[in-house]
């Protein structure tokens, strides 16, 4: 169980988890498909550049984002004490 | 007995079972399969491909019987992230996605990926922002967390009715779709196709509710998934020589593009707001397939990627979902699965698209006299496709008119797989309409009953009236649902973008502040849902009367914002929240500790002894 004093540092740690998990994506997929057509003058795999990151980069990026929040916050949370107990 | 609320509840037996419902759709396929080459007639094969899944659903849910209300509404908090992250993927969109993504895909290319990218983020932004906390908080549907979490009955009664609406637009899509999925099976009117749907449903989830739901959605969505990736790998192997159709696809496009270079596809600049989204009945090739923004204007792109990102990560049909995982930790890792599964989904829609790209453009690019191959005649005596030809009487890519929804039944029949092929998407598409139809009649179900019946008490009933209740009003909302999709014949992803939109704006912007903003109180929350629904409603119906100009797949655009502002600019209006608020908010965005809708029931139930 956490401290009470703990909450505060807690919520602190937690917010600038989000921002870092949620501002770097959400700017990639705003910005991203805005450019595709200038990147689609590359190929890769064959597919255009710019079709291939708006799909299967995106979904790559997406899957990282996930996986390391989940691990990151995971790891706030026992840090300050206020993970489940198991 | 005491125990944890985490591991160890989870049935360490589901992997066993599951492999035997693998084993037994696999044999129906491949049994279907054998029976095609010995002759068997087309109609028991249909049949066969419709009804055996069926059974096996039905089988499921009936087994998942319970009495106990905790198995009831959150399945007794016990179903693994894999699995949870399985269904939410397959069930955000549903089959609507599935056939209508595959379909937009095919059409316009890449201007169709706003619906994708909105997909994916959406579940990024529930694993960051909501779902660990829905699942602390533990309520088992949406307006019961809200009502509890802003100690307002008038927010309970408002989110009961707001969010219905929505739930009721997306269960008419799923129902739609999988009465059209049914008609490639099954030679009856779309009447009955809606009522053996409805049925279906009704079957699989009354004995055990989430937790029939739980386990025979994560069958069909494994029956969906591989009813999808398998006719697709094997097109692969005779195109590519690698049965990986969303990486070997790239070598197919390269092709495409060439032809479509040479056919002289236009590149189109749309207006910053165009939204040309191809609806129902034939449409026309009109732009290559990996150029940005030739149908869907950028500003369009990125509007109807915020409205569906907004409206997956606050769906009232997933967010229960996420109270049925064992723990926080678990919650989040299921929305991690989600967004790889759905990944690999969309992918492989992305390279049906283009796979079927190819067999138009191997028709139109052979010099000299043009012979169409036997497919194509079949396509066209079905109705999902016709030919133009051009001046000089050549068939030309852009002389093509697809049905958006025949795409993703029509590459079997082009790849000239055997039937048992088309039978397996056909049933896959089922099975996802189901699981998703599912879904929402459970959640809509369960919203009338604990939050417009019981609406009015916070303590729960004694569980066997619970549950009745619950019950009834399960098949209420299926019966509704099957009503308005029998009646409303409009575009099922019409009817998917409508939802997202409304839920978008009505609870995505008060479900986030409420966690993340403590000091957002009930007057805010009210406000926030009323504006955003309110705004979105008259929105999408001045889009859809051409008052504004703009198609109302759009309407996100100006609710999303205005909720956040309403529900901002009420609460600082007004009176801050009451200490026992601000706690539970402190409570709620702590994992560790009680489930706090527990908690609060016991408090409740002490609080009411100790009066009498």
Redesign the interface.
Known sequence: MIERKERKPYWRHTKWQMLASLVPFLAVIIVLPLYADRLNANKFLGFPLGYFLALHGLVLIAVITVASFVNRQDAIDHWHGAHEDS | MTF????GYVNPRLGTYFGIFISAFAAIGLLSLIFEGLGAPRSALQLAMLLGPLVLYVAIGLAAFTREPLDYFASGRRVPAFYTGLVISQTAMGATGLVGITGALFLI??DA??L??GG??G???M???LA?FFRKFGAFTLPTYLGRRFDSVALRLTAGGLLAVPMLLMLAAELQMGAYAASWLFDQSRGASLLLLVLAILLTLGAGGMRSLSYSSAAQCIASLLALLVPVSIVAVVLTNLPLP??T??????LV?RGEAAQGLPIILPPALAFDMPGEGLSAIGKR?????GSVG?VA??IV?MSTLAGVASAPWLLPRVAATP???EA??S??WA??LF??V??TA?SVAIFMRDYLMDIVTVPGQVRFPDWLEVLKDLGVLSIVNDANGRPTLSGFSVERDAVLFSLPIAAELPAAALYLTAGGIIAAALATAGSLTNALGNVLAEDVVFGLSWLPEQPAQRLLVSRFTLGVAAAVGGAIAYIAPTDPLNLMFWALSLTAAASFPVLVLSI?WKRLNAFGALAGMATGFGLTVLTIIAGEAGWTGVDSALAGAIGLPAAFVAAMSVTIATPAPGRHVLELV?DI?????EILYDREMRFLRRQKNQRS
């Open positions: 944890s609320h985490r591991a290319g890449f990926l706003c994708v990218i994916l983020a579940f990024v932004l694993a960051v922002l660990p969303q990486l696809s790239g070598t197919v496009l390269r593009g397939y990996s150029d940005a923004f950028p792109f990125v990627m723990g926080v930790y989040r890792k929305l991690g967004t790889l990944g690999i969309m992918m992305a993340w402190r965005r702590v994992p560790g500790g």
